[in-house]
């Protein structure tokens, strides 16, 4: 059973990118909340593939004895949000991603890239101001 939240986030990321997700992003949320340690930000493009991302999720976690602690949006296919604790998931149709913009609300949060598990780049903090 995997316990480790960035194995477990990258584990998440390799099965939304089998079932063809679009915009995958990883979020690193350590320090930045108290309830997660990443966010899986990704979308499809149709309600159906939304659908069928999570299914995909859930079916490699399970495999590895991890089940969400919660589940929303499956019916309806436009945002899934799947609650792994240490790792949150957020599958959207696209236009609902872009109308709540999760990434420019934790624009702070360094971006991993899931292939690598690198952070991308520098932390965003300040970033418009030019700090760094």
Known sequence: ???NSKIKSELISEAAANKKATGLVLLEMKG?????DYFVICSGKSDRQVQAIAQGIEEILAREGIHPLGLEGMVEGKWVLMDYADVVVHIFLEPVRQFYDLEGLWIEAPRIDAKKGETIGESSIGAKEGIR
């Open 1 to 3: 059973m995997v316990t």
């Open 32 to 36: 930045m909340t108290s309830f997660t």
